[in-house]
């Protein structure tokens, strides 16, 4: 498929010739006992007279496992061959132009302001041209790299080029910003080199980078870094500040950015790893994008990194103080808590509009009975919202989630709970069991694996769903649940002093929750469908974004690859291949006459009719419909 020699002169004369109709990209693992990749081709019989196209597929991601045995799902080798006798695009394949299949390899050199030759390998797809527009748009002006030779083109059929480009993301966040992106390759004094602890080189590094899945890098001095080796970087002076990158590199997007390196740099079949040998170093570096603001953009985000570092420090001598004053304690919290005073509120934009408005009930709560009563149906909503998706997710999986369903069943029943009646305690089992098995698929270190678990979340970037199913969002709902079941299901008389105690407490919670969470529910958006039309390349859906604590909502169209139900809600994002459609234990329902939207959750099961409660509006907050109304929602969960 990609190799050169032989191989490569019969993959070109079948281009030229016309007659390569389709190219597949299949899961790993179908071929027992090896990890060689499997593609699936298929052949025209006759030579094409007018430009040769070609139709590319991925179905990596399309398996189900049965004692660790893949097979590709039903479905997908439907979609496949409807694509194939149709020639419509669908949401894992489209048509291009077979000279899209050239690939080319070019060796790349630089000199540094230093002296030293730095010499790198680059491959290109997408029949891209290495010139002089390339290599602005990837190293800037006036950047000093040569092409070291003649580029090598090949025929390469492995179709996962068109549909890997999770960085792309982070290319459009940084130019919609303004700010060029170039490659850390670019901004080298001299080659990355492996810590030892010894050598004058390293001693003279501006940056500390570890090329595992973990770990913070650091400046000055290696920090503690963690899950593989730690490179010694030195930067070529201009036009980066190391301070602002050293604290982009620890942030979400740069963290993202080092994995994805990782990934391109690494070899080895199932534990990918960065080689140490400088070849393989300078591919990494080459992978890794490294925004460039204007100067003093840099320098003030790299001062206001270190301030709230600074902070950071500061918060936690003042937690250690109050351990050994513990009378002073209210008055430590006193002189800090005003910096976080509208955290909470700012968050309400931010999330999906079922948590926003229950939140902004609490928020705007008049008394303190009502305001902690209002922050506990908060924390529920949260939690069943957070829940359903986990859940949604796994249905949404390729293949199904059968397996996560049977364990939810059993320890509901291990415990005496079920779906019919939804209490905290089944909402926190749901989350549970869910996060648990897609943490397990997502730390796999399998590509396909991870693939299908992002599919499933609507194609959210990899630490978006690591967010999502994070031991730690889940250990504070086991929190939450148990303050709910002690302050308001089993508790005697509380005086305001205390109650207000218990916001704070739920307050600083949530918070928590959000630090956890991250902008995650602005990456993959709620939204409720409406009409689509079918276009060249898929779907275009109009949407309401249910986004904040208001409405009516923003309209806005998304690109899909499968069309939405006109009137769910799904979680989605611009391009999605298959949006997810949140299952109907979340709703939007017609609202009371002051606003034009009521989200009800689902209760529990009343004979043949259906509970669903609503948090936002205590004078309309429930309603009743025929259970068979949510029968596919509860699926394997309940006894039929």
Not at 495 to 510: N, P
Request: hydrophobic share 40%; glycine share 8%.
């Amino acid at each position: 498929m990609s190799s050169g020699g032989a191989t490569a002169l019969v993959r070109r004369a079948i281009v030229d010739a016309g007659m390569l109709e389709s190219v597949t990209r299949l899961p790993e693992g179908l071929a027992p006992n090896t990890a060689i990749p499997l593609y699936l081709l298929t052949f025209a019989n006759r030579s094409s007279h007018s430009e040769p196209m070609a139709k590319v597929a991925d179905l990596r991601a399309q398996f189900t496992s049965t004692r660790r045995t893949r097979s590709i799902t039903t479905a997908a080798l439907e979609e496949l061959e409807s694509g194939l006798r149709t020639g419509r695009p669908g949401p894992r394949n489209r048509s291009i132009s077979t000279r899209r299949f050239v690939r080319r390899d070019v060796r790349l050199a630089k000199t540094t302001n230093e002296g030293h030759l730095l010499s790198w390998r680059l491959t290109t797809f997408d029949d891209t041209p290495v010139d002089a527009k390339f290599l602005e748009t990837r190293y800037g002006a006036g950047n000093g790299v040569q092409v070291d030779g003649v580029p090598r083109e090949t025929i390469d059929l492995d179709p996962s080029p068109y549909f890997d480009d999770e960085s792309g993301g982070l290319l459009k966040d940084l130019a919609a910003k303004g700010w060029a992106a170039q490659r850390l390759s670019n901004l080298l004094a001299a080659e990355p080199l492996n810590l030892s602890g010894s050598s004058d080189e390293e001693r003279a590094a501006d940056l500390f980078v570890p090329t595992g899945s973990s770990g913070a890098v650091s400046t000055g001095s290696p920090g503690a870094a963690s899950g593989g080796r730690l490179l010694a970087i030195r930067l070529d002076g201009e036009p980066i500040h190391t301070g602002f990158l050293a604290a982009w590199l620890n942030s979400e997007q740069g963290y993202a950015s080092r994995r994805w390196a990782i990934d391109a740099g690494s070899t080895g079949a199932h534990v990918r790893a960065v080689r140490s040998d400088p070849a393989s170093l300078m591919r990494w570096a080459d992978e890794l994008i490294v925004p460039i603001p204007p100067r003093d953009v840099q320098e003030t985000i790299a001062a206001a990194d270190d301030r709230l570092a600074s902070f950071q420090a500061e918060l936690s001598t003042r937690r250690a103080h109050i351990w050994a004053f513990p009378d002073e304690a209210d008055a430590v919290v006193g002189r800090v808590a005003g910096a976080f005073d509208e955290s909470l509120s700012s968050w309400l934009e931010q999330l999906p509009y079922p948590i926003a408005t229950a939140l902004w009930a609490a928020e705007t709560a008049s008394s303190l009975t009502d305001k902690q009563l209002a922050y506990l149906h908060a924390c529920e909503a949260l939690l069943a919202f957070h829940s359903t998706v986990l859940l949604s997710a796994c249905r949404n999986l390729a293949g199904s989630g059968a397996e996560v369903q049977a364990a939810i069943r059993r320890t509901l029943d291990e415990h005496g709970l079920g779906i019919e009646r939804a209490t905290l305690g089944t909402w926190i089992v749901i989350a549970e069991k869910t996060s648990s098995f897609l943490r397990h698929a997502l730390e796999s270190q399998d590509r396909d694996e991870i693939a299908r678990v992002r599919q499933a979340f609507g194609d959210l970037g990899q630490s978006g769903v690591a967010r999502l199913v994070s031991k730690r969002v889940i250990k504070k709902f086991n929190e939450l649940s148990t303050k709910r079941n002690r302050w308001h299901g089993h508790s005697g008389f509380t005086s305001d002093e205390v109650r207000q105690r218990q916001i704070d407490e739920l307050v600083a919670d949530l918070l928590e929750v959000r630090q956890i969470l991250g902008d995650v529910w602005t990456e993959l958006t709620l939204v409720r469908a409406g009409s689509v039309d079918r276009g060249r390349d898929g779907y275009v859906q109009s949407v309401e974004v249910a986004l904040g604590s208001k409405s009516p909502f923003r309209k806005t169209s998304l690109k899909v690859g499968d069309p939405m139900v006109s009137g769910d809600l799904y979680l989605a994002r611009d391009g999605s291949e298959s949006p997810l459609p949140l299952l109907h234990f979340v709703q939007l329902r017609s609202a009371p006459r002051d606003a034009q939207y009521t989200t009800y959750f689902y209760n529990r099961t009343e004979g043949s009719n259906v509970r669903l409660i609503s948090y936002q509006f205590g004078s309309e907050s429930e309603l009743q419909d025929a259970v068979a109304t949510l029968r596919d929602d509860f699926g394997e969960l309940i006894v039929r």
